[in-house]
């Protein structure tokens, strides 16, 4: 994989954020969340992204937030400042800090989670991409509850970036980890923008949601937290995986 080619698609997305298109009175955008992936992924067998919904804080209380400062390093052409940021941060997501060793317990759901996926399908939890739905998160929350002008520019940009990576990683399976509520449309979004659009195979509303698209089967489910049933079905989908993948194999 050539990370230079991932970088330069970053870029060109990003380059997009500009004054006036994002001139935002109140910007409590986090800090932009963009994928990198560790060595173990390029040989990992099944190739699994797990998507969720939007981060908390990303780069925030580090002060390498807001939309603003990205029209400005954009404007000073110093944007590839923001990408190494974020590349950089991402790469340690599975620690506590950059050099500390890999999580084996969190208090995050979705990260206890993932964690269980790799180790379900007995995977490194670095041979797996963590992935997000919206690139930002408001205040430390989902932008969903943004304007409407304002949520239309973000997602924009943010499924954008998730196509990117799709189309870059390459995964054989996608979890929407996401939850439902007003993300379904978003998903049928990506896929009719930035591919070939999606196929259904089959749905249970508000429970799982399971189709191909990007030449690759796809689930969304509700979020890990989600309790009163949801976690049988996360559990299917990691039986799924096991059966259609048989570990060497891909349906």
Same mark, same amino acid.
């Given at each position: 994989m050539n990370i230079e080619i991932l970088k330069e698609s970053y870029h060109k997305t990003l380059s997009k954020v500009n004054s006036e298109d994002f001139e935002f009175i109140e910007d409590k955008y986090s800090g932009v969340f963009l994928p990198y992936y560790f060595e173990?992924? +390029?040989?990992?067998n099944p190739k699994i992204m797990?998507?969720?919904r939007e981060t908390s804080g990303w780069n925030t209380n580090n002060n390498k937030n807001t939309l603003k400062r990205i029209i400005d390093k954009n404007a000073n052409n110093s944007l590839n400042d923001i990408i190494e940021e974020s590349l950089s941060r991402y790469s340690w997501h599975l620690r506590n800090s950059p050099d500390g060793k890999i999580?084996?317990?969190?208090?995050?759901?979705?990260?206890?989670?993932?964690?269980?996926?790799?180790?379900?399908?007995?995977?490194?939890?670095?041979s797996m991409i963590y992935a997000n739905?919206?690139?930002?998160?408001?205040?430390?929350?989902?932008?969903?509850?943004?304007?409407?002008v304002e949520l239309q520019k973000i997602t924009d940009i943010s499924l954008e970036l998730l196509a990117t990576q799709i189309k870059f990683f390459k995964p054989n399976y996608i979890i929407f980890a996401t939850g439902y509520s007003r993300v379904d449309p978003l998903i049928k979004k990506l896929f009719e923008i930035h591919f070939d659009g999606h196929e259904t195979i089959r749905v249970n509303p508000k429970k799982i949601w399971e189709f191909k698209?990007?030449?690759?089967?796809?689930?969304?489910?509700?979020?890990?937290?989600?309790?009163?049933?949801?976690?049988?079905?996360?559990? +299917?989908?990691?039986?799924?995986?096991?059966?259609?993948?048989n570990f060497g194999g891909h349906a």
């Open positions: 173990e992924y +390029e040989e990992a797990i998507v969720g999580k084996t317990k969190h208090s995050s759901k979705f990260q206890h989670y993932y964690n269980k996926v790799s180790k379900e399908l007995n995977i490194s939890p670095k739905l919206f690139a930002w998160d408001y205040n430390k929350k989902s932008p969903l509850e943004r304007s409407d698209a990007a030449n690759t089967k796809c689930f969304r489910i509700a979020h890990p937290r989600a309790q009163h049933g949801h976690a049988a079905y996360r559990k +299917e989908v990691i039986e799924i995986i096991k059966k259609s993948s």
